[in-house]
T-cell receptor
Framework: QKEVEQDPGPLSVPEGAIVSLNCTYS??????FMWYRQYSRKGPELLMY????GNKEDGRFTAQVDKSSKYISLFIRDSQPSDSATYLC????????????FGTGTRLLVSP | NAGVTQTPKFQVLKTGQSMTLQCAQD?????MYWYRQDPGMGLRLIYY???????DKGEVPNGYNVSRLNKREFSLRLESAAPSQTSVYFC?????????????FGEGSRLTVL
């Protein structure tokens, strides 16, 4: 069993839809949680960062962490075609990136 | 501002050949990393350099060597390429420790080993 599980998709939605992307994990020591966005043929870029449990909002994006269920989510409101990309979750028990564990990514397609 | 620059972007090798992937960052970051990305596997850390003059193994170091040439540059070498090393390689950098959660990635180097 992988430490971090993520549905590969693709997830296809119409423009304007609310998108929910999710990851589950097995290591209860994880406390740093990130979402990266990766456009085709590009490197990942950080979208959201959350420490421990709770919600964090940034514009159309909301990251949610439920440590009791070992489940994290990324919500995208009013989705746009420019949001079409692969979304990678990543998490770590310690600060620093040496032990950062990435999910395999969910491919999102937003149609006009 | 270029950020993290990787060369080459594409490379085809034959089994047994050697090559070096180059990476340079212009953000004055202390830490640099090499990852590989394979379908269904996610990003996996090959080697990292926490600061100039230090390098350490990551999750999948076998078959690779690295050199932290100076603060800006971190190279990845394949001494004898194998088909299992066909992958997309990403270099990344971060401020020391990276507690803010931000890794800055290059655009990737796509390597095929025949």
């Amino acid at each position: 069993q992988k430490e971090v599980e993520q549905d590969p998709g693709p997830l296809s939605v119409p423009e304007g839809a609310i998108v929910s992307l999710n990851c589950t994990y097995s290591n209860s020591a994880f406390q740093y949680f990130m979402w990266y966005r990766q456009y085709s043929r590009k490197g990942p870029e950080l979208l959201m960062y959350t420490y421990s449990s709770g919600n964090k909002e940034d514009g159309r994006f909301t990251a949610q962490v439920d440590k009791s269920s070992k489940y994290i989510s990324l919500f995208i409101r009013d989705s746009q075609p420019s949001d079409s990309a692969t979304y990678l979750c990543a998490m770590s028990a310690l600060t620093g990136f040496q032990k950062l564990v990435f999910g395999t990514g969910t491919r999102l397609l937003v149609s006009p | 501002n270029a950020g993290v620059t990787q060369t080459p972007k594409f490379q085809v090798l034959k089994t047994g050949q050697s090559m070096t992937l180059q990476c340079a960052q212009d953000m004055n970051h202390n830490s640099m990393y090499w990852y590989r990305q394979d379908p269904g596997m996610g990003l996996r850390l090959i080697y990292y350099s926490a600061s100039e003059g230090t390098t350490d193994k990551g999750e999948v170091p076998n078959g690779y060597n690295v050199s932290r040439l100076n603060k800006r540059e971190f190279s990845l070498r394949l001494e004898s390429a194998a088909p299992s090393q066909t992958s997309v390689y990403f270099c990344a950098s971060s401020e020391s420790g990276g507690s803010t959660g931000e890794l800055f990635f290059g655009e990737g180097s796509r390597l095929t080993v025949l």
